[in-house]
């Protein structure tokens, strides 16, 4: 998969059917396959990022936000996907009904798009803190605790 495109779209549509359990597996496939080939999702984020909210299963949309926690974005040509991921990762972090695993993984998401875009970074902050009284793990806790010194640092 990782140097054949085709597959590798054949994957994505898999990924984006949200039918299951194959889509949750063609996620993680694309997330362990990241590892060997960084670009090859680079033509698919928009299509993703749009998705996300979208998704029936949270674990394609932990998966996605695990990849897209290691991904560099350039913002400047994804202003739009951009406002759906900042908006999602928000929403995650505010909900009691998704699993710790995703607000680890949208606040790393945040910090990055908070370091690419140090105007955010008030924002992220306290929106984090505002939350993190409410995780029930002190590993989630301290995590937040280092993001927000990061980006505070930024500002």
């Not at 140097?3 to 496939?29: C, F, G, M, T």
């Not at 993703?48 to 695990?66: T, V």
């Not at 710790?100 to 140090?118: A, T, W």
């Amino acid at each position: 998969v990782n140097n054949d495109k085709e597959k590798y779209h054949e994957l994505i549509e898999i990924a984006l059917s949200d039918i299951q359990p194959e889509s949750k597996r063609a996620v993680w496939a694309l997330d362990t396959a990241f590892d060997f080939n960084q670009n090859m999702i680079v033509p698919y984020i928009s299509r993703i990022i749009a998705k996300m909210p979208e998704f029936k299963e949270e674990r394609n949309q932990g998966s996605f936000l695990h990849l897209f926690s290691r991904i560099k974005f350039n913002f400047e040509d994804e202003d739009e996907n951009l406002g759906i991921l900042f908006d999602f990762c928000i929403h995650v972090l505010r909900s009691e009904k998704v699993s710790m695993y995703m607000k680890f993984y949208s606040m790393q998401v945040l910090e990055n798009i908070g370091k690419q875009l140090p105007e955010l970074a008030p924002e992220i902050c306290l929106e984090i803190n505002e939350n993190m009284n409410r995780y029930d793990r002190e590993h989630l806790r301290n995590s937040a605790r280092k993001i927000i010194d990061d980006l505070e640092k930024l500002v």
